[in-house]
């Protein structure tokens, strides 16, 4: 089963690009990487999703390794608002259906 | 189109107390979900249905029961609510095929005493 690694916290100052990494060593070919956040207690807010190519959406940036075994989350400018715990989820093929399995996150802090 | 609509947002319980979190998209999505996320840490899937009629047991079955005998309803129900029970609950939908976008519903804070 493909699971992710990510580190339990990092910071940035604001305006300045932050960069989350990923570790999925056992991703499978077809499984699909997700990013997602949350700010305080609330409801996971989607950010990005990709499968072997880089890919960009007015949020943020995704980059995947040509191995896959790793991605990395760009916010370009990050503001305080960004401040939040990111979750990097590899949707996972078991027992006949995709399940979204949540590992620890990594906690941003975003500095003024 | 209101996504995932759940209720109550906030209930207290007591020990030995049945209640039922409600769970409703209007995305018409086959796939749902629930997940419990407890103070400082992930989340935890608990159950999950990939269709009406479908359901199966996630990470942390244990204590709840699901149903799902419309598209656009996945109730969760607690039975004898229990202290280790107490957290956040998130019900979750997409188009089952993988790299569809999944939806969360803003949680469901409960608290048994």
């Known amino acids: 089963d493909a699971k992710t690694t990510q580190p339990p916290s990092m910071d940035c100052a604001e305006g300045r690009a932050a960069n989350l990494p990923c570790n999925h060593s056992?991703?499978?070919?077809?499984?699909?990487v997700y990013w997602y956040r949350q700010i305080h207690s609330q409801g996971p807010q989607y950010i990005i999703h990709?499968?072997?190519n880089n890919e960009t959406n007015e949020m943020a940036s995704l980059i995947i390794t040509e191995d896959r075994k790793s991605s990395t989350l760009i916010l370009p400018h990050a503001t305080l608002r960004d401040t939040a715990v990111y979750y990097c989820?590899?949707?996972?093929?078991?027992?006949?259906?995709?399940?979204?399995?949540f590992g620890s996150g990594t906690r941003l802090l975003v500095r003024p | 189109n209101a996504g995932v609509t759940q209720t109550p947002k906030f209930r207290i319980l007591k020990i030995g107390q049945s209640m039922t979190l409600q769970c409703t998209q209007d995305?018409?999505?086959?796939?749902m979900y629930w997940y419990r996320q407890d103070p400082g840490m992930g989340l935890k899937l608990i159950y999950y249905?990939?269709?009406?009629?479908?359901?199966d047991k996630g990470e942390v079955p244990n204590g709840y029961n699901v149903s799902r005998s419309t598209t656009e309803d996945f109730p969760l129900r607690l039975e004898l609510a229990a202290p280790s029970q107490t957290s956040v609950y998130f019900c979750?939908?997409?188009?089952?095929?993988?790299?569809?976008?999944?939806?969360f519903g803003e949680g469901s804070w409960l608290t048994v005493v």
């Open positions: 979750a939908s997409s188009y089952g095929g993988n790299g569809n976008t999944i939806y």
């Open positions: 056992t991703i499978s070919g077809n499984e699909y």
């Open positions: 990709g499968l072997k």
């Open positions: 989820i590899v949707r996972l093929w078991m027992d006949s259906s995709y399940k979204l399995i």
């Open positions: 995305m018409n999505h086959n796939y």
């Open positions: 249905s990939v269709g009406a009629g479908i359901t």
